[in-house]
């Protein structure tokens, strides 16, 4: 539970600060004013269904947890294979260019969601989620934290050196 609401709180305010920032953000992953117009659609669109991908890649996690990897990679296999149809019906049958893609990649990640939901949440599932659950426990999230802190700062140093190298580029 405790994964769930901290992943719904970071993803909303990440949404809501990356919403509110777009023009930066899309300049600083080196949009050029020619793109600038479709790029900032296209975030847009896919921004508010990261917390979709998020819900996935939390559920995955934990699916893998519980000694299930195939399941974790088969929302993952739904997804990717739902959102490359999706992409050509959307752009090449209906004609809507760079929103087609974001939708497609959005509903590609809720289906993944959906998959990995249904073996998590469903009637066999491994734990029980009750709403309880749900209530921050902040001594669980220190240690959260606390296992986790390595790995963010890594990840954001990734962020930071691609973002700065494509820019230069």
Known sequence: GNMMTLTAT???LLCLGTEFFLDPVVKLCG???DILGLSKTYLRIVLWGMALQFGTIVQNETIRALGRPRRAMESVVIGTMSNM???WLFIAAFNWGVAGAAVATVIGQGLSLAWVSIDLWGKRAPMNLE???WRIRWAMVRQIAA???SPFIGT???GVVF???GYRN
């Open 10 to 12: 970071m993803t909303f």
């Open 131 to 133: 709403p309880s659950c």
């Open 147 to 149: 296992v986790g802190f």
């Open 85 to 87: 149809a999706l992409d």
């Open 156 to 158: 954001l140093f990734f």
């Open 31 to 33: 949009a050029t004013p």
């Open 163 to 165: 973002v700065e190298t």
